[in-house]
């Protein structure tokens, strides 16, 4: 007789957005007349710029010619970029093009990274986390079983709190595998380069592994806060990195990212760059040409300067959510090397309640805390991702209802 996988059916029926998403689309239905202004999933909404586009377009037109033509291309990706992001990201960081992964995406990444490590190992996470790192080991068989009101059995919850600047202290229990994500989704919150580096020094002390999302790092403008974890002395012996493509130049729907694993990293004598190595050439057949070739335009010089006017523009955006609601009185933080902006909801009500205030009164989506888990609950993500006028009026809205 055939069986499911039994770690599935432990999961919430649906992911967080799929949530979110359906009571959208319910108001809509009983409201066709109202304007919505999303706030809530993180995805941009300035188009691709025009060396991008150029040259995808190119790449494209290669493909319809045989003397150009390609088929499967390298499962970790063409050399081309793979240099080109050694050259540009990791520069005076020693990280080889033979160490960076491309793939479709730093959420297929972080996600599947699971792949090369044993069920035996312990699982930290910040909470409030991304809820991939926690559902994907749920999935595998990591997690344990749920335990109401204080999450999965086997999981290590690392509370982020209004105290503690919702940055993870070191917990107890040594965890094998380390999830951080700095600048912070769901907080908007970053971390210094001498806190990041106790972390390094901690795996490296207990011999874990930091599974580091850098995901937002292009928004990061305060001095001292590291774009990557291997600016801190010894990462290459503890850290994995993830980075993407999608906030940074708007590549949400054409998909493309990469992992960073040193040569240096390995678990006795396994590799662990060999071994995610020989899984993504088992798993996927790469990332097409064109799309490589976009990624490519990112770093030319009218590429960069185009994709930091779109990010300087999402930052505007975050400023105007992050001091229109401090100036009406409300708790707000992050908004400042991040385009999420963290806000405690009015007294009295809960993360999803505020939600649904927010939709049915203001017709304005943002993202409960309650659903990046049990200590995201009291708060409420707001992104900087909308139009500017969408961002204002949105702003204006929760303003003249909760002030």
């Given at each position: 007789?055939?069986?499911?996988?039994?770690?599935?059916?432990?999961?919430?029926?649906?992911?967080?957005?799929?949530?979110?998403?359906?009571?959208?689309?319910?108001?809509?239905?009983?409201?066709?007349?109202?304007?919505?202004?999303?706030?809530?999933?993180?995805?941009?909404?300035?188009?691709?710029?025009?060396?991008?586009v150029d040259a995808m377009k190119r790449a494209t037109d290669e493909m319809g010619c045989a003397e150009t033509f390609r088929g499967y291309g390298p499962e970790n990706g063409y050399a081309f970029l793979r240099e080109t992001i050694a050259e540009n990201d990791y520069k005076?960081?020693?990280?080889?093009?033979?160490?960076?992964?491309?793939?479709?995406?730093?959420?297929?990444?972080?996600?599947?990274?699971?792949?090369?490590?044993?069920?035996?190992?312990?699982?930290?996470?910040?909470?409030?986390?991304?809820p991939v790192y926690v559902d994907t080991n749920v999935m595998a068989g990591r997690a344990g079983e749920f335990v109401e009101g204080k999450g999965w059995s086997k999981i290590i919850y690392m509370p982020c709190l209004e105290e503690n600047c919702f940055l993870p202290s070191f917990p107890e229990q040594v965890p094998d595998l380390i999830y951080l994500c700095f600048p912070n989704n769901p907080s908007g919150v970053s971390m210094p380069k001498s806190q990041l580096q106790a972390w390094v020094n901690y795996a490296n002390q207990h011999g874990s592994i930091i599974l580091f999302d850098a995901a937002y790092e292009a928004f990061i403008v305060t001095p001292g806060v590291p774009h990557s974890i291997f600016e801190c002395s010894g990462a290459e012996n503890c850290a994995i990195e993830f980075r993407s493509f999608s906030k940074t130049a708007g590549f949400t729907g054409l998909r493309c990212a990469f992992t960073v694993i040193p040569k240096a990293l390995k678990i006795g004598d396994v590799s662990l760059n060999q071994l995610w190595g020989r899984r993504q050439s088992t798993k996927m057949n790469g990332v097409s040409y064109p799309v490589q070739r976009a990624a490519e335009a990112v770093y030319t010089k009218d590429g960069q300067k185009l994709i930091r006017e779109n990010i300087n523009y999402y930052h505007h955006n975050a400023r105007i959510i992050l001091q229109g609601l401090k100036a009406a009185g409300f708790t707000v933080y992050g908004g400042v090397d991040s385009p999420y902006v963290w806000m405690k909801v009015p007294a009295g009500m809960t993360s999803w309640q505020f939600f649904d205030e927010l939709l049915e009164k203001c017709a304005?989506?943002?993202?409960?805390?309650?659903?990046?888990?049990?200590?995201g609950e009291g708060y409420f993500r707001l992104t900087s991702f909308n139009t500017t006028e969408n961002t204002e009026k949105a702003v204006q809205r929760i303003v003249e209802q909760f002030q």
């Open positions: 007789m055939v069986k499911v996988n039994e770690n599935f059916v432990k999961l919430p029926a649906s992911y967080l957005f799929v949530e979110i998403d359906n009571r959208v689309k319910a108001f809509q239905k009983k409201h066709p007349e109202k304007e919505i202004l999303r706030l809530g999933i993180g995805d941009v909404t300035r188009p691709l710029v025009g060396p991008v005076d960081l020693s990280i080889e093009p033979d160490e960076i992964f491309i793939s479709d995406g730093a959420k297929s990444d972080t996600g599947s990274i699971g792949d090369i490590f044993g069920l035996e190992n312990v699982v930290a996470v910040c909470d409030p986390v991304y304005v989506v943002g993202t409960p805390g309650s659903g990046f888990g049990i200590h």
